[in-house]
């Protein structure tokens, strides 16, 4: 059974994860705006795994018979002025996404949680490929600098991204 402490943690964490899908959106939306169609594509697979990310915390919740409480959505910023400070801010927000984790980890461990535990796990795994990606990204903008074409490519690049639904999910 999961106490009441780590259940209100955790539904915290399933409002985190619909916020952080609601700001891919939006970086997807602003990027589309922009004729960014590659790069408004990479954000719109984000906002699809984000949700699936919330979704795995529910499915857990409810498997462990803990009571989900979605909660309102904050307000998420609405538009970028290139696609370097989108992605610098994807990374800042991964980052604080990836502490949030911990956290969790850390008020399982000290409960005896296991279960939880294990369920973590995943999301410490993905985490690091979150952050990589979007560090990776930033570092070939900054790169690209204000090189138009460079930035089309990466645009291109970008564009080819696939989704593919979260392993706890297949």
Do not use: C
Request: aromatic share 10%; net charge negative; no cysteine.
């Amino acid at each position: 059974m999961i106490s009441k402490d780590l259940q209100n943690a955790l539904n915290d964490q399933i409002n985190a994860e619909l916020w952080s899908a609601y700001l891919y959106l939006s970086m997807s939306l602003d990027a589309e705006s922009k004729t960014l169609n590659g790069i408004a594509r990479w954000f719109f697979v984000q906002w699809m795994e984000e949700q699936d990310h919330a979704r795995i915390f529910q499915k857990y919740m409810s498997e462990r018979g803990a009571k989900v409480e979605l909660k309102p959505i904050a307000t998420v910023p609405k538009e970028w002025k290139n696609p370097l400070e989108m992605f610098k801010d994807a990374l800042d927000h991964e980052v604080e996404v990836t502490a949030m984790i911990y956290d969790l980890v850390k008020m399982a461990a000290s409960e005896g949680d296991f279960t939880t535990l294990s369920r973590l796990q995943w999301f410490i795994d993905e985490q690091v490929e979150e952050e990589k990606s979007a560090a990776d990204i930033v570092t070939e903008l900054e790169r690209a600098g204000k090189d138009y074409s460079t930035i089309r490519d990466i645009d291109a690049t970008l564009g080819q991204r696939e989704y593919k639904k979260a392993g706890p999910l297949a």
